[in-house]
């Protein structure tokens, strides 16, 4: 089991910034597949940003050149820097992560990110 406690949403305007940051209850290392993920009323839950097994990060297209996701492995936390953001980066964001086996997958509770016009 990984539990999974993200901080940070909150409202902003347009083209403001937030950081997101999730913690781990254990060692970055002893999960996979860390990243943030995010679901707008209506729409269905899709990848922001994360770190691949193989050490590789993934964005979204329309993140891309304005999200930055990092990661301190000391704190065991991860962090999502949100640029620039867009009324449509409006969501509940969650924090994910899989075991190393990859056939588990654990979900934080969430944090709302608003981002008014």
């Known amino acids: 089991q990984v539990q999974l406690v993200e901080s940070g949403g909150g409202l902003v305007q347009a083209g403001g910034s937030l950081r997101l940051s999730c913690a781990a209850s254990r060692s970055l290392f002893a999960i996979s597949n860390l990243g943030w993920h995010r679901q707008a009323p209506g729409k269905q839950r899709e990848l922001v940003a994360a770190?691949?097994?193989?050490?590789?990060?993934n964005y979204a297209d329309s993140v891309k050149g304005r999200f930055t996701i990092s990661r301190d492995n000391a704190k065991n936390t991860v962090y999502l820097q949100m640029n620039s953001l867009k009324p449509e980066d409006t969501a509940v964001y969650y924090c994910?992560?899989?075991?190393?086996?990859?056939?588990?997958?654990?979900w934080g509770q969430g944090t709302q990110v608003t981002v008014s016009s």
């Open positions: 994910a992560a899989d075991n190393l086996l990859e056939t588990s997958r654990y």
């Open positions: 770190f691949t097994r193989g050490g590789i990060t």
